[in-house]
């Protein structure tokens, strides 16, 4: 056994996330439980549209390494696919950062009765 049937327990989780999450409504019972989702409904499905969004690649994972064949070439696959996916997580929360960072400027540069929020 290499690791086969948990990548499939995985993916069986992810495309349950994936299909789901989008169309879920606010509930009590099913989803993500942060304070910031129960604001609004606009809030509860955006968050949750991003999360089925970021599982994505997780899925396509499991599918590349389910398919492949022996150990070795599995946890070669896994550490590259990981450790490629931290420089695009970094990536993006820089550009996070430059975007939120130039709004909070226009903010302070905007005259206050144009109603920039």
Not at 8 to 21: A, C, H, R
Not at 76 to 105: D, H, P, Q, T, V
């Amino acid at each position: 056994m290499d690791g086969t049937l948990q990548l499939s327990i995985n993916l069986i989780l992810y495309l349950i996330v994936i299909i789901f999450f989008p169309l879920s409504k606010r509930n009590k019972y099913f989803g993500l439980r942060f304070k910031k989702c129960f604001l609004s409904e606009k809030l509860w499905h955006k968050i949750h549209l991003r999360a089925s969004i970021v599982t994505i690649p997780f899925a396509l994972l499991d599918l590349v390494l389910i398919s492949c064949r022996g150990y070795i070439n599995k946890e070669i696959l896994g550490y590259n696919y990981f450790s490629i996916s931290n420089y695009i997580m970094e990536f993006s929360c820089k550009i996070y950062k430059y975007k939120r960072a130039n709004l909070n400027l226009k903010r302070k540069l905007a005259p206050a009765n144009l109603g920039i929020k």
